[in-house]
Nanobody
Framework: QVQLVESGGGLVQPGGSLRLSCVAS????????MGWYRQAPGKEREWVAT???????LYADSVRGRFTTSRDNSKRMMYLQINSLKPEDTAIYYC?????????WGQGTQVTVSS
């Protein structure tokens, strides 16, 4: 059974930074594309970033230049460094693992940007 657990969210002032983490329970992590998504109150879940098993990254236009995702396959960890936070970044952030035809999600971590 694949389990993903996010952590690192919290309350931060505009302009601040956070580092989110996602740990996977399975060794297939190292060969799987991973993604970050977020869902703001009253909105649909949206894609934020993707990182391939080899470390190639893609970002949504809304976060490019401020967000950086990385992974450590030896630790089964993925990270999302979030800088220059804006109130519109407030959302629950989820990590996602894709393996074959299956998608696995974590429970999410809340990020709130407010002064």
């Amino acid at each position: 059974q694949v389990q993903l657990v996010e952590s690192g969210g919290g309350l931060v002032q505009p302009g601040g930074s956070l580092r989110l983490s996602c740990v996977a329970s399975t060794s297939i992590f190292s060969i799987s594309p991973m993604g970050w998504y977020r869902q703001a109150p009253g909105k649909e879940r949206e894609w934020v970033a993707t990182i391939t098993s080899g470390g190639t990254t893609l970002y949504a236009d809304s976060v490019r230049g401020r967000f950086t995702t990385s992974r450590d396959n030896s630790k089964r960890m993925m990270y999302l460094q979030i800088n220059s936070l804006k109130p519109e970044d407030t959302a629950i952030y989820y990590c996602r693992l894709q393996h074959g035809g299956s998608l696995y999600w974590g429970q999410g971590t809340q990020v709130t940007v407010s002064s």
